[in-house]
């Protein structure tokens, strides 16, 4: 019965594996099997004026003629220049400023922070300030390389501050404000028209994408594209295939028999092999509707090859998705109809038939799992009640052999008694 049951958990263990293929299917089809999962997207573009990045599940293929005409800036200022950044003492007092929204702030300047550092690190501290300071070197007189900038956290022609003074008194030097430059929008024109943009990342001009402008580049139009990238959608074909042929091959491998094989212990010729095999056959032979009639995916590539594993014609399938991505993407995906409903693609077919393979408690993996571990308890079963019987029979023999002994030491006894009686009395018919 050990031996039985090492056998059927050695099938058991071989359906797990196929559980674990078909489920893995699943898990890949399910991740591309909607019409915005399936696809992806790629921007091209004629300019390094710009960077787009798309959300594909937003955005859609098109062409858009732009030009860059004018960044957006923030209002910023550059002080005078100072011969220490951290040494230099400027004195306590205040800076004061008006944001865009017409609120006045100040900022008090102490002695432990009357420095061009110290300055900047107040500036930063107050995170209700809307500015950002920075310490710089900028690089134009040996003798006083650095310089307090201090600019707005947004930029625009709506963020413009007012930097009156600075107001601090005892220092070493004075600082003020040596340069000054105002925010401002940026300017692009779009298909000819121009607007003007609060910021350089641009989220409403293009749908489902943002676009970032990085250079300003007047009189220069160039197109950007948004189109299907049909190499990384074949990628992914690529790796729904070999989950397909992953199952085959566990299948083709089970059903590899020789005189030499010993089926006790494998699913060679099982029935269960037979339904699966057969249902990934139907799935891929199936037809699918799509706009231009019925189709099905051997039209973009896929072929059963005579091992019985499924052949993958990648170049065939981009060609197909670049030449009509429209009715390809119809045949993997299903159509999409102005109702909310759709039809099946073969994506959808392929996940209906791991879902039914896999379903509880009727499944044809799932049912026969079951009925391999119900086997195996049954098993189970019998040794324990075996184990019983062995464990009573052996109490038995014990029994049996304890009474045998006591029977023995008895008749031993008996016998030492009567050897006695021999030895000790004299011929009975003396006595007297």
């Not at 997207?41 to 599940?57: F, G, P, Q, R």
């Not at 300030?129 to 390389?145: F, I, L, Q, R, T």
């Not at 009567?418 to 004299?426: E, H, P, R, W």
Request: net charge neutral.
């Amino acid at each position: 019965m050990e031996a039985k049951k090492t056998k059927v958990e050695a099938k058991k263990t071989l359906l797990s594996t196929l559980i674990k293929s078909v489920d893995e299917l699943k898990g890949e089809i399910q991740k591309n099997r909607g019409i915005r999962s399936f696809r992806e997207l790629i921007v091209d573009s004629e300019s390094d004026a710009v960077k787009v990045s798309v959300d594909k599940n937003l955005a859609n293929p098109g062409e858009w003629q732009l030009e860059v005409v004018q960044l957006a800036q923030k209002s910023s200022v550059f002080s005078n220049a100072f011969e220490d950044k951290d040494k230099t003492y400027l004195g306590v007092g205040t800076i004061s400023y008006e944001l865009p929204n017409g609120e006045s702030r100040e900022i008090y300047v102490d002695a432990a922070h009357s420095s061009l550092t110290g300055v900047a690190k107040l500036i930063n501290g107050d995170s209700e300030s809307g500015m950002k300071a920075s310490v710089v070197n900028d690089g134009k007189d040996e003798d006083k390389p650095w310089r307090l900038v201090i600019a707005l956290d947004k930029a625009g022609d709506k963020f413009k501050a007012e930097w009156p003074y600075f107001y601090l008194v005892d220092g070493e030097e004075d600082l003020y404000l040596a340069e000054k430059r105002d925010g401002r929008d940026a300017k692009i024109k779009m298909d000819g028209f121009e607007i003007e943009l609060p910021e350089n990342k641009i989220k409403n001009i293009i749908p489902g994408a943002v676009v970032d402008l990085k250079k300003a580049k007047p009189g220069e139009e160039f197109t950007v594209a948004i189109k299907e990238d049909t190499s990384k959608i074949t990628d992914k074909m690529t790796g729904i295939v070999e989950k397909l042929n992953a199952v085959l091959k566990f299948i083709k491998d089970q059903n590899s028999l020789t005189e030499k094989s010993d089926t006790s212990t494998t699913l060679g010729g099982d029935s269960v092999l037979r339904q699966i095999e057969s249902r990934i056959r139907d799935t891929v032979f199936n037809n699918v509707q799509t706009s231009k009639g019925s189709k099905r995916i051997g039209d973009l590539g896929l072929v059963f090859n005579k091992a019985g594993l499924i052949d993958f014609d990648s170049k065939k399938f981009e060609n197909s998705l670049s030449q009509d991505y429209k009715t390809a993407s119809e045949i993997v995906v299903g159509i999409y109809k102005p109702d909310g409903t759709k039809t099946d693609g073969f994506l959808d077919n392929v996940n209906k038939m791991t879902e039914l393979t896999l379903q509880r408690p009727y499944g044809p993996l799932t049912n026969r799992k079951d009925g391999l571990q119900s086997n195996i308890d049954q098993i189970d079963r019998q040794i324990e009640t075996k184990k019983r019987m062995v464990a009573q029979k052996e109490q038995s023999l014990k029994d049996k052999f304890a009474r045998l002994e006591e029977t023995m030491a008895r008749i031993k006894g008996q016998g030492v008694g009567l050897a006695g009686l021999g030895a000790s009395g004299g011929d009975p018919t003396q006595l007297g």
